[in-house]
């Protein structure tokens, strides 16, 4: 049954039948024979499919019930029978396999995506099953999800429950940190991409920042942005990127250099994709706007201005590509249902990011502009609010949660509007998405942006 351990030796040793001692992070075995470790100590579950019950009844016992099943990995586009079906029927035997049932179902992947947190924040999360019962700070954090995820489909607030498996995972994960061999492990890192998560469904009122995402970028940093260890870091990585880069946009408490951000975002997984290549100029913004706020005359703009409209002008390039990726999706063959749902909404998510990057740009470039060489830029921005709504509606069918980026882009669209018409227009779409979510976890993005935008209104050119 699913949730039933498999071994922890490392691939390597597994491949070959060889014995493993299962030491972290390499066994002795690669270690001796200088091989690189993967998976060592790590614990494994086998998925199954429940096809049949055989039951043979004996004199010890009333009834034994044996399911033939077949193993599989989880993927993205693996159907509900391949990935939880055991777990749907079969009696739970313990707390993890209690735990990790509840899990793998709120991330099967359907035809439908609305309240499906895979899609939402990371194709990273199929691995979590077999990464459970290792690390503390993992298995409170998946908890807490649960717990959110529960009450966030329920529609209901946040209860007693909750908050206390929240309070919980946070202990675990700063017991984990203080903990130098813990601390660096991917199952620590993955607990803050986690926790981000419960914020993000439970609202963080009387805060302005979780500090996961400083936690995060502190990692990154004493980790020397090294490439990922394995797949699950790789696809954790690119989920977590987004996050403390956009945090990174308001929090100063977020200190990393320009190569520092530059390398948060790098990822193999999409280095030549349109959208990888959005996000690296994205990169670049954190450290333009910290010296933007430390300029004091006209020429250190001319400066910064000078360096961002490249960056604008290939953006704008690219965004035509990933709304061509889209709108081709739109008529993919129907002969897989799920992977055309899948690619649809993974290309109308990357077109919304897109069209976010293109904004704050577009922004940024304005605040940099004197007022008579910015008309273009102003008509830039027309055309990119009447984008932004027009995805607003098509992603309607995703919503809740397979749509809720469109938060941040809607609210990024509704402060760079040019006139009072284009934010009354934005403003009614973003206050209809904002119900979709707890009003204290979306305020803050319209704080944020709008505090970002009073801080470019004063800059030495004054036009912000």
């Given at each position: ?148 995820h529960s009450n966030f489909c329920a529609r209901q607030a946040v209860s007693a429950e909750t908050l206390s498996s929240y309070s919980r995972a946070l202990r675990s994960l700063r017991h984990c940190l203080d903990d130098p061999g813990k601390a660096s492990q991917t199952e620590t890192l993955c607990a803050v991409m986690l926790l981000l998560i419960c914020q993000n469904l439970n609202g963080a009122e009387g805060q ?257």
């Amino acid at each position: 049954m699913p949730g039933v351990p498999s071994g922890k030796a490392c691939e390597g040793c597994r491949k070959l039948k060889k014995k493993c001692d299962e030491k972290t992070p390499s066994c002795s075995r690669c270690i001796r024979l200088g091989l690189e470790c993967v998976g060592s100590g790590q614990q494994r579950y086998k998925f199954q499919s429940q096809q049949a019950f055989v039951v043979a009844r004996t004199k010890k016992t009333n009834s034994q019930t044996k399911a033939l099943s077949t193993t599989s990995q989880p993927n993205p586009f693996c159907n509900e029978a391949d990935m939880v079906a055991s777990f749907l029927r079969l009696p739970p035997s313990s707390k993890t396999t209690i735990l990790t049932s509840q899990y793998v179902q709120a991330i099967q992947l359907t035809t439908n995506l609305k309240y499906n947190l895979a899609w939402a924040y990371g194709f990273f999360m199929f691995e979590i099953p077999r990464r459970m019962n290792e690390n503390e700070a993992l298995d409170t954090a998946v908890n807490a999800l649960i717990c959110s995820h529960s009450n966030f489909c329920a529609r209901q607030a946040v209860s007693a429950e909750t908050l206390s498996s929240y309070s919980r995972a946070l202990r675990s994960l700063r017991h984990c940190l203080d903990d130098p061999g813990k601390a660096s492990q991917t199952e620590t890192l993955c607990a803050v991409m986690l926790l981000l998560i419960c914020q993000n469904l439970n609202g963080a009122e009387g805060q302005r920042w979780s500090g996961h995402c400083e936690g995060a970028a502190k990692i990154l940093k004493a980790r020397s942005f090294r490439k990922p260890r394995d797949g699950f870091e790789a696809q954790l990585l690119l989920s977590l990127r987004g996050s403390v880069l956009f945090e990174g946009l308001f929090n100063e408490n977020i200190e990393l250099d320009p190569q520092d951000w530059i390398s948060l975002v790098g990822s193999d997984l999409d280095q030549d994709l349109p959208e990888g290549k959005l996000m690296r100029y994205l990169a670049n913004v954190p450290s333009i706007l910290r010296r933007a706020r430390a300029a004091t005359n006209a020429d250190e703009i001319a400066i910064l201005r000078g360096e961002v409209k490249p960056m604008y002008e290939a953006s704008q390039k690219l965004l035509l590509q990933v709304h061509k990726q889209w709108t081709d999706g739109r008529t993919l063959d129907a002969n897989n249902v799920l992977r055309n749902v899948i690619l649809h909404a993974y290309f109308q998510r990357a077109y919304g990011i897109g069209l976010l990057i293109v904004i704050i740009l577009n922004w940024v470039l304005r605040a940099f502009t004197p007022p008579f060489d910015a008309i273009e830029l102003i008509a830039d921005s027309t055309n990119l609010v009447t984008q932004t709504l027009e995805l607003a509606q098509a992603a309607n069918i995703y919503r809740p949660l397979g749509a809720g980026y469109m938060l941040i882009v809607l609210s990024a669209a509704w402060i760079a509007a040019s006139n009072d018409n284009e934010r009354v227009t934005v403003n009614d779409l973003l206050q209809d998405y904002r119900q979709d979510f707890p009003v204290r976890a979306t305020d803050k993005f319209m704080i944020e942006l709008r505090w970002m935008a009073e801080q470019l209104q004063y800059l030495p050119v004054g036009c912000a």
